[in-house]
């Protein structure tokens, strides 16, 4: 018997796009799934819109929860659904129509006695887009097999560029996976796809690539991670979650340190000292070749550096 699938597109004012993304959903060369929308507290016509796509199809459910942020509707969407299989959809983004066929396929081919503990991931293809939604660049994003080690290790060195193998849009996980865990609530909403890899990670997860381009990630100046001092709180925010986890994975991480080092030259007060907490090892300053290991003393060249940054700015 065809399994059946839940697809969930959390949205959060996201009318603009969502009909693109949840037409990609019904128009799926795999017909035997569910369309559930979360509206995330949307202030713009997202209400409306939804009732229009329901009344053209009945696969198409609607479920509106006040603004808890996408970790809240994800969680949300999977447990009002009934699916065997479960795909995540951000509402700006939108899905191969052949990607949950072929992935299914796929693993009843290649894979299908690899048990309960299965996540699908797909290759995918980056989209730059104006304001207009003009398309001004593409990047395709190819993957190939790789061990579970291997995915580890990409994730975590990941450093705001679009080569992580993992993207919560373009994999699709067994429910019995979303049963062990789900999404974070509490962290701000970049990054939480990063933190949530990891833990199923953890959890002896079997990640199987599946050889398509599975999703288009679309990139544009009103997403969240076009906003620099958002990225960097939500990143920041997700390394603390590793931190309280698992600390040791942050060994793994090598970037910290010029995480530190910009904050300081910055004079970020709140992203240095919150790095400093989490990382233990000596930090080179921006200052000659000084190497300290000391926080006290690296807090108080923090403090020197910011005095100075304020004179300056003072009699320019």
């Known amino acids: 018997m065809a399994p059946y699938v839940s697809v969930i597109i959390p949205t959060y004012n996201g009318a603009p796009y969502l009909e693109e993304a949840v037409s990609s959903v019904i128009n ?36 509106y929860q006040r603004n808890r942020g996408p970790g809240s509707a994800r969680n949300r969407g999977i447990k ?56 001004l660049k593409e990047e395709t994003q190819i993957f190939g097999n790789l061990s579970e080690d291997q995915i580890l290790h990409r994730v975590l060195n990941w450093n705001f560029k679009d080569d992580c193998p993992l993207h919560s849009n373009s994999i699709l996980c067994k429910r019995s996976v979303l049963d062990q865990d789900l999404f974070n609530e509490t962290q701000k909403p970049a990054f939480t796809d990063l933190e949530f890899f990891v833990r199923l990670l953890n959890h002896k997860v079997k990640f199987i690539y599946t050889p ?7 990139r544009h100046p009103k997403s969240r991670t076009t906003n620099k001092k958002y990225a960097q709180e939500g990143y920041v925010g997700y390394l603390e979650l590793l931190y309280e986890r698992k600390k040791e994975l942050l060994d793994h991480i090598p970037h910290i340190e010029n995480r530190i080092r910009m904050a300081f030259k910055r004079g970020d007060k709140s992203i240095f000292y919150r790095l400093l907490k989490i990382y233990n090892r000596p930090v ?11 926080k006290w003393g690296l807090k108080f060249l923090f403090f020197l550096n910011v005095a100075k940054m304020k004179i300056l700015g003072h009699f320019r």
């Open 80 to 135: 009002e659904s009934k699916g065997d299989w479960i795909q995540l959809l951000d509402s700006d983004d939108w899905l191969n129509e052949d990607k949950i066929r072929f992935q299914l396929e796929y693993f009843r081919k290649t894979a299908n006695n690899a048990g309960d503990n299965i996540v699908l991931f797909s290759d995918y293809k980056v989209i730059n887009a104006d304001s207009d939604q003009n398309i």
């Open 28 to 63: 799926q060369t795999y017909k035997k799934l569910e369309c559930i929308i979360v509206d995330d507290g949307s202030t713009d016509n997202t209400h409306q819109l939804c009732h229009n796509l329901i009344k053209n199809d009945s696969r198409i459910k609607y479920v």
């Open 284 to 294: 080179r300053l921006p200052i000659g070749t000084i190497k300290i290991t000391n």
């Open 212 to 218: 398509i381009i599975g999703m288009y990630f679309r």
